[in-house]
């Protein structure tokens, strides 16, 4: 049985290489999936926050995430749960994860969200001079949006807010 601290750090590793499906560029940690996960001796327990509710990758994700943990070898038994009475916002995504998403391709969501309007900046070239084309994007979670500037359509996080 490992130290507590060198079991933390092995979980915390494991979970920080589970990239979300839909976005490989970025950990469920850095997305703000992780709620808490629990040690107990070589049995850990792991609690994440679904992003959206009909989110398809949730399977995978819960099995990616069980598979890395057993592979970091400090574990012999490895259980992913889903707490859908939390609500995941898009607050809980680091500033790590805003910087991945952008590197993606993708606009990070509004840092604060503001009544009358979703303001978007284009990932590419900075521009604010976007256009919503779709807010039904390839996933639950996007909108496509057009830079106006760089002519370049891009995809943005739909804001998420216990405020709206």
């Avoid at 009909?54 to 994700?61: K, M, Q, S, V």
């Avoid at 909108?143 to 995809?155: D, G, Q, T, V």
Wanted: charged share 25%; proline share 8%.
């Amino acid at each position: 049985m490992l130290p507590e601290k060198l079991a933390e750090e092995a979980v915390l590793k494991a979970l920080y290489s589970v990239m979300d499906p839909e976005i490989p560029s970025i950990s469920i940690v850095d997305l703000g999936m992780l709620q808490e996960y629990k040690i107990e001796g070589t049995r850990v327990e792991v609690i994440l926050i679904p992003t959206f509710l009909g989110c398809p990758a949730l399977d995978i994700i819960k099995a990616n995430t069980e598979q890395a943990l057993l592979a970091e070898g400090e574990f012999t038994e490895a259980n992913v749960h889903f707490q859908y009475n939390q609500i995941w916002t898009t607050d809980r995504v680091t500033e790590e994860g805003r910087k991945r998403l952008k590197e993606f391709g993708i606009a990070p969501p509004p840092r604060e969200l503001k009544d009358g309007g979703w303001e978007v900046d284009c990932p590419f070239c900075g521009s604010p001079y976007t256009t919503l084309e779709n807010i039904f994007g390839p996933a639950a979670c996007r909108s496509i949006l057009y830079c106006r500037s760089c002519k370049n359509p891009f995809e943005a996080m739909k804001p998420v807010s216990t405020l709206m």
